[in-house]
């Protein structure tokens, strides 16, 4: 006696076309859900620095709000300057930028149409979908280590955002990508924060006035590039 065996039919092409995009938009409502409680994190982070002193909680915002206008190298500086030491300045900068990160994918690649209603979030889709489709193909040509660099820039219209659009845009899937966008990113961090800490402990004076100008550009340019072009 021959026991028989259930075949199962293979799917069709749209039934593994629908899947697959149900196993991306389960991805990045985990990225959602991992940045909401990171920011959560954030926020108790600064309920506790309010709690211990005034002073403390000044420096904090001093730091976040350098870093959402002008991007890490300006956070760097900030917190440097502002008396914080490398390590702690390290891990406030990955906080933000992770935190960052994550809610901010999920959303300008239009995870929630509702979201995208939003006028500020659908400017800012549109200013950092074009940047990155404008900057892809010359980032795919000079090869696989490019996006990394990339992202591991501490500077205006470089970063895990744009870097990841770009990764997109290119075919890396998401995964892969935000192991890629993660590693230099942080790695980024760490390294800037001593070299400007070596800076500022080693090179005196001199040493912040470059910094300080450092930082002025920066956050000038990244200013100009905002009110310019009308865009968040």
């Not at 196993?23 to 985990?30: A, F, H, S």
């Not at 994918?105 to 509702?114: D, E, F, N, V, Y």
């Not at 550009?217 to 009110?227: D, F, I, P, T």
């Amino acid at each position: 006696m021959t026991a028989s065996t259930a075949t199962t039919p293979n799917p069709t092409p749209a039934a593994a076309a629908q899947e697959a995009g149900r196993r991306e938009t389960r991805r990045y409502l985990g990225l959602l859900v991992t940045g909401c409680v990171l920011a959560v994190g954030l926020g108790a982070l600064l309920l506790i620095s309010w709690i211990h002193g005034e002073d403390l909680f000044v420096r904090v915002t001093g730091v976040i709000a350098a870093s959402f206008v002008g991007g890490r190298m300006p956070g760097i500086l900030t917190a440097l300057e502002l008396g914080f030491d490398g390590w702690t300045t390290v891990f406030l900068l990955i906080l933000l930028n992770t935190t960052w990160l994550f809610i901010t994918i999920p959303l300008i690649t239009g995870i929630s149409r509702k979201a995208l209603r939003w006028r500020a979030i659908a400017r800012f889709r549109t200013s950092a979908t074009d940047r990155a489709s404008a900057q892809a193909q010359t980032v795919s040509s000079f090869g696989s280590w490019a996006l990394p660099f990339f992202i591991w820039l501490p500077f205006p219209l470089t970063g895990a955002v744009v870097g990841s659009l770009i990764g997109l845009v290119l075919g890396i899937p998401l995964r892969r990508l935000m192991y890629v966008v993660i590693i230099s990113m942080w790695s980024g961090i760490v390294m800037w924060t001593f070299g400007m800490e070596f800076v500022f402990l080693f090179a005196g004076t001199t040493g912040k006035i470059i910094c300080y100008a450092v930082t002025a550009g920066v956050l000038g340019y990244s200013l100009a590039l905002r009110v310019g072009r009308g865009r968040p």
